[in-house]
């Protein structure tokens, strides 16, 4: 989900599947950290793009895998609220499902079509207990300079120190600041796991 797929998930699914016998789509939407407009924005595009394949697709002989990280994942599952668009696929992973999103944390069980990969430190994941309409609407608002929105977020940051310094953390990693560890939120050593489960 959102611009060119993920380079381990396309190595893996070349490993696991084979090139010739696979074909990759990918959503194009806007992806960005203003997620009041960017989910919706993807949950759009995703529909597109099921309608727009749905009905080429032979079942007797192809099967749909759909797969998501972080934002993406955010993207699936609300896309999901729709049955129709649930059914779809013949089954779903999601790496890195943030804890923003409303339906979080699929927790597996025999048989389900649905596998959710989400490290323990990765902070992006971790679940809320306050409003979580308003969060994403101060996280959004904070990226435009909006001051109110920008205080409500340090004033989370500081209610919550622990989680506070291990989204510091994850951000130091991914912008290179800190190089000796590889982030919580990159999930490219499941992502072969992933898609062996994935086609049986």
Known sequence: MGHEPHPAFVDAVNMVVGEEDAQILYVEYMATWDMEKSVPDGVRAFRELVEDIRWKIDYSTQEIYVGGSSQGSWVISEAYEDPEMKNFAHKTVLFGHPGL????????????TILEFNHPDDAVTFGWKEDRAKMVSDFSRAQHGNLGAIMRVLWLGIRHPIRLVRFMYLIMVHAGILTWN??????????????YWLIH
């Open 101 to 112: 999103a409303k339906d979080h944390d699929h927790k597996y069980d025999e048989g389900d």
């Open 182 to 195: 590889t982030s919580p939120h990159d999930y490219s050593q499941q992502m072969p796991l992933a898609v």
